[in-house]
């Protein structure tokens, strides 16, 4: 079935890039999405890509997308304390009439001063 | 904008116990979502509507029932309230379910049933 991959945690210095990964197992996925989600909140969307991107920026943010090899990986450029969160990847599903998401356990990102 | 407003942020219940978590958005999306959140399952979802009068299951239905009888609010029962369903649990809207609109959440519900 479809499936989602991320590592659990990953920790680096403050000022220094940060770079997470994901894996898909599912080709048909249009959109591919990183979501943030702070202690205590809920999960907010920092960026997407359409699956006929290989890369797109955003500020601090670069998505890269090589899609023969169902990888994903969200690169923020001079990491801070405030980005300490899990970062959730999330594949857009095509289910017929019906839109699924399927979702990463999600990444814990420690910044560290 | 308010966004997507969830009440209450906590609640402890007791076992066989029922409540509604309540759910509202004021962005006029289509599509509305019930997720729970747990340690090492990710999120999981519950119930979902692709617009008012219209609900389907999702991956872990079972001892949940939503309505939506209008477009802001997407009520989540819990009918028997079980030790299992101890979770964080959270709303999500969206513009219809045309791919890249993402979606927004709420703050959650954070749920302790004893």
């Not at chain 2, 009888?69 to 009520?75: A, G, I, K, L, V």
């Amino acid at each position: 079935g479809e499936d989602v991959e991320q590592s659990l945690f990953l920790s680096v210095r403050e000022g220094d890039s940060s770079v997470i990964n994901c894996t898909y197992t599912d080709s048909s996925s249009t959109y591919l999405y990183w979501y943030k989600q702070e202690p205590g909140a809920g999960l907010q969307l920092l960026t997407y890509i359409f699956s006929n991107m290989d890369m797109k920026q955003d500020q601090r943010l670069t998505v890269l997308l090589n899609k023969k090899d169902k990888h994903l990986s969200l690169r923020i450029a001079d990491t801070q304390t405030g980005d300490s969160a899990i970062y959730f990847c999330a594949g857009d599903l095509n289910a017929g009439n019906n839109r699924k998401l399927i979702w990463g356990l999600g990444t814990s990102l420690a910044v560290n001063p | 904008n308010a966004g997507v407003t969830q009440t209450p942020k906590f609640q402890v219940l007791k076992t066989g116990q029922s409540m509604t978590l309540q759910c509202a958005q004021d962005m006029n999306h289509e599509y509305m979502s019930w997720y729970r959140q747990d340690p090492g399952m990710g999120l999981r979802l519950i119930h979902y509507s692709v617009g008012a009068g219209i609900t389907d299951q999702g991956e872990v239905p079972n001892g949940y029932n939503v309505s939506r009888s209008t477009t802001e609010d997407f009520p989540l029962r819990l009918l028997s309230a079980a030790p299992s369903q101890t979770s964080v649990y959270f709303c999500a809207s969206s513009w219809g379910q045309g791919r890249g609109y993402g979606y927004t959440f709420g703050s959650g519900t954070r749920l302790t049933v004893v």
